[in-house]
């Protein structure tokens, strides 16, 4: 059971324009989210996260937002550049006991940014 | 300040073999992950080690074994290897428990023939 989903496989967007990638997940007691990117062969890159208590968090071109009574979260990257294109994960981190944390992956996004 | 390393990069393996694959996670760091990336699954987690116990372990058989030394470097073990275990397989590390990033290696690309 997919606790973590990107139901996006792919996404093609052109170059300047806003890329959103979509996660929905089903546990409401997850407290922290993230996003990786990952380029081929290379491992995953923390890219950006938010807490659970928050519904937004910039950094530079990359914003994420939490919709926790959706529980949905979606990474934005305005504008899109060509060293975007990667695969990007969504992770969320699951109390497991006090001071245990896992942390569960959707399955991937894979983003095309196009010149 | 060193990454996590993975060894080896590349292997073949055939079926019914084992193999071993270790990490070396940043200095410093006490907590080591493993995961199995696979096309269509995303990334799942296989188990977690800190100070050398392990503190999580995801939904594998019991072919998928690992542990921690003390310098906190880690290794990953899988037995008698199915086609189906062909995947990346990558580690992560953390400071510590509470800690909200890992940090992963470039990871290990297991080819079960």
């Known amino acids: 059971d997919q606790q973590v989903k990107q139901n996006s496989p792919s996404l093609s967007v052109q170059e300047g324009r806003i890329s959103i990638l979509n996660c929905d997940y089903t546990?409401?007691?997850?407290?922290?989210f993230l996003w990786y990117k990952k380029y081929p062969a290379e491992g995953p890159t923390f890219l950006i996260s938010i807490s659970s208590i928050k519904d937004k968090n910039e950094d530079g071109r990359f914003t994420v937002f939490l919709n926790k009574s959706a529980k949905h979260l979606s990474l934005h990257i305005v504008p899109s550049q060509p060293g975007d294109s990667a695969v990007y994960f969504c992770a969320a981190r699951e109390v497991v006991s006090s001071g245990t944390y896992k942390y569960i992956f959707g399955t991937g996004t894979r983003l095309k940014v196009l010149a | 300040k060193a990454g996590v390393t993975q060894t080896p990069r590349y292997l073949i393996k055939t079926r019914g073999q084992q193999v071993t694959l270790s990490c070396s996670p940043i200095s410093g760091h006490r907590s080591v992950s493993w995961y199995q990336q696979t096309p269509g699954q995303g990334l799942q987690f296989l188990f977690e080690?800190?100070?050398?116990?392990?503190?999580n372990k995801g939904n594998f058989p019991g072919r998928f074994s690992g542990r921690q030394f003390s310098n906190s470097r880690s290794e990953m073990n899988v037995s008698t290897l199915e086609l189906g275990d062909s995947a990346l397989y990558l580690c992560a590390s953390t400071y510590g428990s509470g800690a909200n990033v890992l940090t992963f290696g470039a990871g290990s690309r297991l080819t079960v023939l």
């Open positions: 546990n409401s007691m997850f407290d922290y």
């Open positions: 080690y800190f100070s050398e116990t392990q503190r």
